[in-house]
């Protein structure tokens, strides 16, 4: 990524994980990040950590994609509107529940994965899109999962979520070609999130959260590929 050229990149589950990683390294070079967490308290003390390092381009929106309204939408757009552009979008905000058959899932947290990991997905592509569009080159990164193409059983409505969001990711970016998508279907990474469905496993063994990062923001800013990012 050149560092002559500040760009405006929004971040969903910025205060922890994955999304963490990827704001501490776009960060590093300067860039002004909007970052949406529902943890407010730790949202407002990664803003404190990144403030310390100097640099003061941070926005901190907190929302619970889980719970969000239309209001809140409006809201975030009105927010946007201070901004000329938006060169990015990370999808990264999402919830795991517990390994269950369909036959026992429980339907209420059905609805809440799905609003989560998919339905806020499409009103933040909608909020984002104008600012999105007048960028010279936009990214739309959804983070997906292996999980999904390799059908494990029990993963229920977060298989099916994620699906769903790499397909709309798809559909964005060919109704609209200037925006580049990118799908990361991620392996298992050391995350709270991992460790959380999988408490016996060793993080250890597992990407660390950095490395995935790294290969994200890598495979946006150059030809490099990997096999497990697809670009649209």
């Known amino acids: 990524m050149e560092t002559s050229t500040k760009k405006v990149f929004l971040i969903t589950g910025a205060a922890n994980g994955l999304g963490r990683a990827l704001a501490e390294q776009l960060n590093q070079e300067q860039h ?10 730790a949202l407002k003390k990664f803003y404190d950590e990144l403030d310390a390092s100097g640099w003061k381009n941070i926005f901190l929106f907190p929302m619970d994609l889980a719970g969000s309204a239309q209001a809140e939408f409006e809201q975030l757009a009105k927010g946007l509107a201070g901004f000329p552009q938006l060169d990015g979008l990370f999808l990264n905000a999402g919830i795991l529940p517990a390994l269950t058959p369909i036959e026992h899932f429980d339907a209420l947290q059905w609805y809440e994965v799905m609003q989560t990991n998919l339905n806020a997905n499409f009103h933040l592509i909608q909020t984002c899109l104008p600012k999105l569009k007048h960028s010279k080159q936009a990214w739309l990164v959804s ?16 298989a099916v979520s994620k699906a769903g969001l790499e397909q709309l990711t798809r559909l964005v970016c060919v109704e609209n070609p200037s925006i580049q998508g990118t799908i990361a279907r991620l392996p298992a990474l050391a995350s709270h999130f991992r460790s959380k469905v999988y408490p016996g496993e060793p993080p250890c063994q597992n990407e660390s959260l950095e490395s995935a990062a790294q290969r994200i923001l890598k495979s946006l800013q150059s030809t490099a590929h990997y096999p497990d990012i697809e670009k649209i």
């Open 143 to 158: 983070i997906s999962d292996q999980a999904v193409q390799n059908n494990p059983s029990y993963y229920g409505a977060y």
């Open 32 to 41: 002004q990040l909007i970052l949406i967490d529902k943890d407010i308290k």
